[in-house]
């Protein structure tokens, strides 16, 4: 089903551009920051997966949609007046729904290129947090994924479950669906609760 | 014309490499540091480009002028002392010329890939500001792309001005001397006079 | 030798997946950070290698045994608790190992690639680099790249000693222990007595 997996990609790009442009407007960017910005967080997690799938040039060169997905959540954020509270709270969401797609559908552009399942999961996690990591260095901010505690595990469980629920016969719309909904809500409850991974032994800190 | 094409991509290769060279002296680097923040300026969005495009391996990989343009550059850095303030000043205006051969470049090759129009927009833009965004992260400092206001604006430009000129049927060399041209006027033009593009509305800043 | 290689270029990512593990660890990164920061150190460099030999999938992403290296390292690195001086202490003389292997095996991948032997030190540097750069972009730490003085000449010295030894005749793997060794060698020597390349000339600092 190449055309929902395209629209779950294009889902997952827009929700992702929206979070760069989110970034941007926090960190006070002009209009063409916020168009870059939203361009690297919703891309770049999708050219990375799809250089390690071989499959180049990335969709998002050859399927002008993507650009379009991206100019259409920049264009959203830049015209919509929002508090810094309420940007600083969106972001995060989104950035969790967007972790949920593009764990999806890494996993399944890998499988489909013949890759193993251990692989699949590198795949869909590599690609979901991507995008996320390169808004983060262009903003001169430590990566989301490495400080806030349930993120890439959050990816990985989305890609373990869409992996798994394939291979128990479930089509394609609900296995994705499934993956989906499990990255958004395991990241979702970690914000809400504030979640920890636990942390490394250590005699003390300095 | 491949021959041309490769010059336009030594020419932006050597001044980019430059550009790197200088930010590493700006940042008291030694001659390594010097001479890989170059290579990086140099030749990292001909290889972002490359790998769009699935040429690869990059160009930079199978001819060796591209190292030598580097090399080049870094020891014209490295011989002639320099005061900080003209650095500054230096690099900005080596980086918008750069620009304008990158854009150039990467628009013609997307093309030359059978690539769209907007797909070849996207390449063009890439590429020209790939090797500046990994030379200012590698240094440490906000991307010039992002807080630099007319920056990703001028690299669109250019490309445009080249592609269109092509479309009307101009020849290759005056087409992309236009393109280079435009990157470099305008965003020579935004330097001396601190043009900026408009901001995202805010209700306040924190 | 495929076999060789392969081993070799594991022990590179076990190493170099251990030094990303401790810089999380110095970082008080959660678990998910350790594993994120071993996976970026272990598989970025063979990764951008492969790209750059445009061997790809990356073997990182073909073969399951990569995973299994970066899960190692980072399980070690989260069992064995240790003083906080000594962690600093030990990244780096991993670090230094791991630029040994990687700049081996990415000299002998670029060879098998047909690529010459300015190519071919290019991506062995690239390969031996490139993990560690990624590690200290995440860690918003300077890549030890730039500001440690003998790190990319290390790498080069291992290059050209094993593709010079290679060249004469000698077999793989003495070829490549001497290559090791060498890059080894020279970057412990740099940290140990503290030698530096030369800085450029400046006027003054300011």
């Known amino acids: 089903m190449p055309s929902l997996l395209t629209s779950f990609d294009l889902v997952g790009t827009f929700v992702f551009a929206l979070s760069g442009a989110l970034v941007a407007a ?9 168009f870059v910005l939203s361009l690297a967080a919703g891309l770049g997690g999708g050219a990375i997966r799809d250089v390690l799938i071989n499959d180049l040039p990335p969709a998002a060169v050859e399927n002008e949609s993507y650009l379009v997905a991206v100019l259409a959540a920049a264009t959203v954020a830049y015209v919509i007046p929002e508090r810094i509270e309420r940007i600083n709270y969106s972001v995060r969401y989104l950035d969790a729904l967007g972790l949920g797609f593009f764990a999806v559908v890494g996993s399944q552009k890998a499988v489909d290129a013949d890759l193993g399942f251990i692989a699949a999961l590198l795949v869909g996690v590599i690609a979901a947090a991507g995008g996320g990591v390169i808004r983060d260095l262009l903003a001169s901010t430590t990566p989301l994924l490495l400080h806030q505690d349930i993120y890439a595990l959050a990816a990985l469980l989305g890609s373990v479950a869409f992996l798994a629920a394939s291979e128990f016969g479930l089509p394609y719309a609900p296995a994705a669906i499934l993956g989906v909904a499990a990255t958004f809500l395991l990241r979702a409850a970690a914000i809400r609760y504030h979640l920890h991974a ?5 005699q003390r800190k300095r």
Not at 26 to 34: M, N
């Open 26 to 34: 926090r960190k006070d960017f002009d209009v063409v920051g916020v």
């Open 198 to 202: 636990p942390r490394p032994r250590r």
